[in-house]
């Protein structure tokens, strides 16, 4: 508590209000250098936003492609102008999930958050594990924390020992509850001193997320 309570506010936030953009940093943003994240993500945004918008189109996409590590290699340079074809095969496994659920838009994707537990996802799409889930919910509003490298590192150095993904996310989301802010919120703060200290530049990684 002493050390939530001695960081400053954050300055941003995590939330996205963009069905196809949650669905991309879900597959993306995890045990991968900040940098390659943010300039994929920078290269959808700039030049292929306006033709991927939607789950139809996103589908359509990967329709024209072979599911083989050639066909998603293409849809990778399409999307995100890297040879993320491993990516892509999540981003298949994902979307069809979501498709078979009924989820094809944000509005869709932010109630299934809003319900969803992990225990009811887990097993459910194969390579998603407890940290990658609780980074979708995270940036769809639920307050809840995840797992990461830098919240693995404050809690560390905050009581001098490792501890567990799920007990990370518990501690810190009753931390939240005592400051009286979002636990998302606490997670950005989280975030922004760990990677303003020295020793944090280093590839952002999801613990536990293989």
Same mark, same amino acid.
């Given at each position: @508590?002493? =050390? ?21 940093? #879900?597959? *993306?943003?995890?045990?991968?250098? $900040?940098? $390659?994240?943010?300039? +994929? ?12 918008? $939607? ?9 024209? !492609? ?15 102008? !890297?040879?993320?074809? &491993?990516?892509?095969?999540?981003? =298949?496994?994902? *979307? ?5 659920? %009924? ?10 958050? +809003? ?12 390579? @998603?594990?407890? +940290? ?5 919910? @995270?940036?769809?509003?639920?307050? $809840? ?7 693995? =590192?404050?809690?560390? %150095? ?5 501890? &567990?993904?799920?007990? /990370? ?5 009753? /931390? ?18 760990? =990677? &303003? ?5 280093? +590839? #952002? #990684?999801?613990?536990? /997320?293989?």
């Amino acid at each position: @508590m002493a =050390r939530c309570r001695s960081l400053p506010p954050a300055k941003g936030n995590y939330l996205i209000n963009d069905y196809v953009e949650n669905l991309l940093l #879900t597959v *993306l943003d995890f045990q991968m250098r $900040t940098t $390659t994240v943010e300039h +994929a993500a920078g290269y959808y945004l700039k030049h292929r936003r306006d033709a991927i918008r $939607t789950h139809q189109d996103l589908k359509q996409l990967l329709e024209k !492609y072979s599911d083989t590590k050639e066909g998603n290699r293409q849809v990778a340079q399409y999307l995100w102008g !890297y040879n993320l074809w &491993s990516r892509v095969e999540l981003l =298949r496994r994902l *979307l069809a999930y979501f498709e078979t659920n %009924g989820i094809t838009t944000q509005d869709e994707l932010k109630a299934w958050a +809003a319900k969803t537990e992990f225990k009811d996802f887990q097993g459910k799409v194969k390579g @998603m594990a407890f +940290a990658i889930f609780k980074w979708l919910v @995270m940036r769809l509003g639920v307050e $809840t924390i995840k797992p990461d490298l830098w919240v693995h =590192r404050f809690t560390r %150095g905050a009581i001098g020992r490792s501890v &567990s993904d799920q007990t /990370a996310v518990v501690v810190l989301e009753q /931390a939240a509850k005592e400051l009286g802010i979002k636990a998302y919120e606490l997670d950005w703060r989280i975030w922004e001193y760990q =990677r &303003s200290q020295p020793q944090s530049a280093v +590839a #952002t #990684t999801v613990a536990g /997320a293989a």
